[in-house]
């Protein structure tokens, strides 16, 4: 059984369009492939969800 994300790969492309590499995730379909993009990259996708998360809570309140 393949692991799931919380997070949909849309979502972290959209982040990825926002940082500016977006360009180097290859998508076919629903398919995304980060193989591409290098680890410093990654971490900052993970920032920017850990942001967007906050911004909600913080908005809810």
């Not at 590499?21 to 591409?36: E, P």
């Amino acid at each position: 059984m393949a692991k799931r994300s919380i997070v949909s790969d849309e979502v972290k492309y959209e982040i990825a369009k926002e940082l500016g590499f977006a360009d180097r995730i290859q998508r076919d379909g629903n398919t995304y492939d980060y193989s591409n993009i290098t680890t410093r990259e990654a971490g900052l996708i993970v920032r920017g969800l850990i942001q967007k998360a906050a911004q909600l809570m913080d908005s809810e309140h």
